[in-house]
């Protein structure tokens, strides 16, 4: 990959359907430091522009949304990529970007130099190249979901499965004082998960490392857990619902995420018959969260 000649940034851009949008979004955040989303001609079509001052990778980017559109179901999206002029771009998207508050979470950018709100757990965060920076529904289901089992239950041994920027090991880690294994696919995003917790003064609780779902054999030497946490995607959790019933212990919990809302009834179904059930589910803009317990 090459810089930006001259303070020039590298455009990343697609066209997506609107209920694709908070899907491609966050896949670009993977692999660009900025990313806004624009309604086009209607409001049917968005346009998606990812901004880094690097060269992307146009076949790794490409590769990797082929994946994600087999995974949902949505169509491939075209990328297009250009050069932009030497405006602080990255530096305008951070300053737009507003922490936000899910119960206990308070969840900002490292570029955030205000007071933390009193009585709230602060996660800091640089997303970075990696999925999570606190504002998908998908990551508030499961922290709203946290801080309803926190007022009830103690976990000592907890495992985040597609960890992206380590959000939700950092806030286990951070609630119950424990140490957490969390694990991704991508070696981006454990590289930034381990950023992000030492951000947060949690580098001797969280521990990341590549795994593709529960493949890793520290994952089996580890197990089995009381606490799960996984936001990833409704076809990948299903694969893998068997062996989280497998590694969950009797009484123990997963909260499971980035589940479409028409999909719910599918993964309740999956997850019963690997020895689950439901006990919680929240909708948020159409994304569904939901808890299940091992019997």
Known sequence: MTGAAQGFLWLTACRVPLEAVDVFEDYLRRHCAAVSAIMGVNDDEWILEGLSEVEPDRELVERGARALARDTGFDLPSFRY???????????????FPPVQWERYFVHGSHYTDPIPSGLVPLKLDAGTAFGSGEHPT?????????????????KRPLDVGCGSGILAIAVAKTWGVPVLATDIDPESVIVTAANARLN??????ASTVSDGYGNRRIARNGPYDLVTSNILARPLARMSKDLGQLLAPGGFAVISGVVERDAQWM???????GLHLVAHTVLKGWSTLVFRRR
């Open 82 to 96: 250009d050069l932009r002029p030497p405006i602080n771009w990255v530096a305008e998207n951070l300053a737009s």
């Open 139 to 155: 990551t508030g289901g499961c922290l709203l979901a946290l801080h309803k089992l926190a007022k009830r239950h103690i976990f």
């Open 201 to 206: 003064q949690a580098r001797d609780l969280v």
């Open 268 to 274: 309740m179904s999956a997850h019963r018959l690997a």
